[in-house]
Nanobody
């Protein structure tokens, strides 16, 4: 199983980025995104159910980020708009074999991508 994340980069505050994560090797119940800023713990950002398409978001990104899936390609995307300096972090995609809670923790996920750095300048 492999999760390949891409799309990070440097953007000014107020800008947008789109992250992608392609999974290979098996299908999953849901996939999600977490992030980890320097000196902080990894935190939940968003998740999507791969069959039904139901989504959930952390309060800090609600209304600005949108998660979507392309089931046939086992790929998820995170469209990030109106980015803020506090969104600066390494973003990790994750995949869960079984269903998770609406606000999952990292331990709910079985597989992880390599992380992609998002830097938002003020």
């Amino acid at each position: 199983v492999q999760l390949q994340a891409s799309g990070g980069g440097l953007v000014q505050a107020g800008g947008s980025l789109r992250l992608s994560c392609a999974a290979s090797g098996r299908t999953f119940s849901n996939m999600g995104w977490f992030r980890q800023a320097p000196g902080k713990e990894r935190e939940f950002v968003s998740r999507i159910n791969m069959s039904a398409g139901r989504t959930n978001y952390a309060d800090s990104v609600k209304g600005r980020f949108t998660i979507s899936r392309e089931g046939a390609k086992n790929t998820v995307y995170l469209q990030m708009n109106t980015l803020k300096p506090e969104d600066t972090a390494v973003y990790y995609c994750a995949a869960a074999i079984f269903t998770t809670s609406l606000t999952p923790t990292a331990s709910d996920y079985n597989y992880w991508g390599q992380g992609t750095l998002v830097t938002v300048s003020s």
